[in-house]
Structure formats: structure tokens, C-alpha cells
């Protein structure tokens, strides 16, 4: 079955660190990568997807994240934090099982608390 | 256009309870999630729906049950609700089952079964 990994399940960062954070899946065939983020109380948005062409993709608000193929990885960053930044970020991959490939499967998230 | 809404936002329900979570959206989306979040669990998909009147299991579909009666409508029922079932539970579509669609977003009911 397909899974998603986050190595890390919080990360505390002061204001201007840079951020990266660690996504890894389990599929051997074609993928489609996204980075959701979930601010405190509010629902999920997508960050940045991945499907083809250019593996770094740049996304909403700064972040950008590279697709390494041999190495299963999708991992999120950003040069410079901010404090609203704050949030949870949740990779997923898209299952492509069955009769819908629209199905995600999300890892268990990271935590990112930025101090001002 | 307000995009995926959910009602109710909180409910609370006792053991063998049972309740029905609305979702609606307004973008004509074909596809209709619903997912549940716990801590350090990630989402994990109840169940989903292709089209009006179709729905399929996910992950975890036991003690759920959802319908589609109208397209822009996904509603999930729980029968005899448990405390194992308190989650946030949240509601998503998208366009259509391509991989490389985006799937939007509720706001999320958030649900204790004491």
C-alpha cells in the first residue's frame, strides 16, 4: 500500500531561519505530489503540487519544494521563515488506485512553530 | 462563491448517538470527500463519491455511512456513534478524479462522543 513519510513532527524556528522539511512516499509508478498547509483553526489549502516537467515547484507564499525521483522525496522549503508561517503542513500523495485517482494519501503532518 | 462549507462546526453527542455531517459545495465539483483528522495521524479518507448518486469506501469507512443524493451535497452519517469516532472530521471536492487535481477544502466539524 502507498504511505507517506514526515520525518519530522515538529520543528521550532526562529523569525529568518531557513526551513526545510522531509517528505518521502512509498509508489513505484507515476505520482502526483502536493504540500498542504493548515493554519491554526483554519481549514487545509494547497501549498504546491507537483505532476510533471520542472521537479522544483514553486508554490504560494515563498515555499518551493524539489521532486526526487530516486529518492521518493518531496521535501517543502523556505529561505526565510515568519512568524505566520505557524502552521501544519501535511505532504500527500495522490493514490492512483481503483477507479479514482484522486484519492490522497497524507502523511501525519509537521508542526511548525516559528518564535518571533 | 463560498467554496466547501460544513455544518454543523462543533457537535457534541453521547454514545450511541446519531448524527449526519452536511457538506456542500458551490464549483460544480464531480468528486466529494470526507476525511477524518486525528493527532499525529495525518487524514485519512472515510469515504468518497464520483459522481451524484455514487459513493465508495476509503480507508476508514467502518461506522460511516454517506450519501449523494444531489451533486453538490456529500453527507456522512454515523448510527451509533463511539468515542472512537471523536475526530475532526473534514469535507473536500474536486473537479474531477485526475491525479493532478487539487481537492478543496472545509472548514471542519469538530465532533466529541462522550
Known amino acids: 500500500a502507498q504511505s507517506v513519510s514526515q520525518h519530522n513532527h515538529h520543528v521550532i524556528l526562529s523569525e529568518a531561519a531557513s526551513l526545510e522539511l522531509g517528505c518521502n512516499y512509498s509508489?513505484?509508478?507515476?505520482?502526483?505530489l502536493f504540500w498542504y498547509v493548515q493554519y491554526p483553526g483554519q481549514h487545509l489549502q494547497l501549498l504546491l503540487k507537483?505532476?510533471?516537467?520542472?521537479?522544483l515547484v514553486k508554490g504560494i507564499k515563498g515555499f518551493e519544494a524539489e521532486f526526487i525521483k530516486s529518492k521518493f522525496s518531496f521535501n517543502l522549503r523556505k529561505p526565510s521563515v515568519q512568524w505566520s508561517d505557524t502552521a501544519e503542513y501535511f505532504c500527500?500523495?495522490?493514490?492512483?488506485?481503483?477507479?479514482?485517482?484522486?484519492?490522497?494519501?497524507f502523511g501525519k503532518g509537521t508542526k511548525l512553530s516559528v518564535k518571533p | 462563491n463560498a467554496g466547501v462549507t460544513q455544518t454543523p462546526k462543533f457537535r457534541v453527542l453521547k454514545t450511541g448517538q446519531s448524527m449526519t455531517l452536511l457538506c456542500a459545495q458551490d464549483?460544480?465539483?464531480?468528486?466529494m470527500y470526507w476525511y477524518r483528522q486525528d493527532p499525529g495521524m495525518g487524514l485519512r479518507l472515510i469515504h468518497y463519491?464520483?459522481?451524484?448518486?455514487?459513493?465508495a469506501k476509503g480507508e476508514v469507512p467502518d461506522g460511516y455511512n454517506v450519501s449523494r443524493l444531489k451533486k453538490q451535497n456529500f453527507l456522512l452519517g454515523l448510527e451509533s456513534a463511539a468515542p472512537s469516532q471523536t475526530s475532526v472530521y473534514f469535507c473536500?471536492?474536486?473537479?474531477?478524479?485526475?491525479?493532478?487535481?487539487?481537492?478543496?477544502f472545509g472548514p471542519g466539524t469538530r465532533l466529541t462522543v462522550l
Open positions: 473536500a471536492s474536486s473537479s474531477s478524479g485526475f491525479g493532478t487535481d487539487t481537492q478543496y
Open positions: 509508489y513505484g509508478g507515476t505520482v502526483n
Open positions: 507537483y505532476f510533471s516537467g520542472d521537479p
Open positions: 500527500a500523495v495522490n493514490a492512483g488506485y481503483g477507479g479514482s485517482q484522486g484519492n490522497l494519501i
Open positions: 464549483m460544480n465539483h464531480e468528486y
Open positions: 463519491s464520483v459522481g451524484e448518486g455514487t459513493t
